[in-house]
């Protein structure tokens, strides 16, 4: 009955490697986001999609695409990756609306040695 | 530039004991306040949100105030307990389309026995 759910939960990865994150909500929301958290615990978005249409893209590099198939998945795909990309990153879903509450998956703890 | 500032960073106090998390916002135009409990390892989870007209909401042993007017929010716990140990943070959001949400940095409480 996981409402958000990222797949996987950890990954470790070499630089210069391509690796993929997948969401997927199961609360009929419209709205679904990428944040990242970094070392110091700052949850910062990234992308935002409102029925797959991007809505919201932060400065964040070209190397992290995000693709959205359908409403209730958001994947996130990053190319090239380099050492700064560590962090834990986080998919939330929401309702559109000003008191829509987002509703975030576990995370995925990204390591890049 | 929409800012979410709390205080203090990090916190540490004795099992039993209440504690007050601070939050300081200059996000406008402003739409609801949330706080939002973060164990480690997990996905933020929301625990009260509020809208420019509430001036306290509570849910059991957390009770937030609002001041819409000095843009400040206090989140209040009462009888900690171990569990309580966590990141707390404050979550901002404003009343464009798409109710952009903007993150505090969060207060790390630690409940020690």
């Known amino acids: 009955d996981t409402a958000v759910s990222q797949t996987p939960k950890y990954l470790v990865t070499q630089m210069g490697n391509d690796k993929s994150i997948k969401c997927e909500q199961n609360l009929g929301h419209d709205t679904m986001y990428w944040y990242k958290q970094d070392s110091k615990k700052f949850l910062k978005i990234m992308f935002s999609?409102?029925?797959?249409?991007?809505?919201i893209n932060e400065t964040v590099p070209n190397r992290f695409s995000p693709k959205s198939p359908d409403k209730a998945h958001l994947n996130l795909h990053i190319n090239s990756l380099e050492l700064g990309d560590s962090a834990v990153y986080f998919c939330?879903?929401?309702?559109?609306?000003?008191?829509?509450?987002?509703?975030f998956g576990q995370g995925t703890r990204l390591t890049v040695v | 530039k929409n800012q979410v500032e709390q205080s203090p960073q990090s916190l540490i106090i004795l099992e039993g004991k209440n504690c007050t998390l601070q939050?300081?916002?200059?996000?406008?135009?402003?739409?609801?306040l949330r706080w939002y409990k973060q164990d480690t390892g997990r996905g933020p989870v929301s625990l009260t949100i509020m809208t420019f007209s509430e001036n306290t909401k509570s849910n059991g042993r957390y009770t937030a105030t609002l001041d819409a007017d000095t843009k400040q929010s206090s989140l209040h716990i009462t009888a900690s307990q171990l569990s309580d140990s966590a990141s707390y943070i404050c979550v901002v959001s404003d009343l464009s389309g798409y109710s952009t949400l903007t993150f505090g940095k969060g207060t790390m409480l630690l409940v020690s026995p």
């Open positions: 999609y409102n029925n797959k249409e991007l809505i």
């Open positions: 939050c300081n916002y200059t996000v406008s135009p402003f739409s609801n």
């Open positions: 939330a879903s929401s309702h559109v609306g000003g008191q829509a509450e987002a509703f």
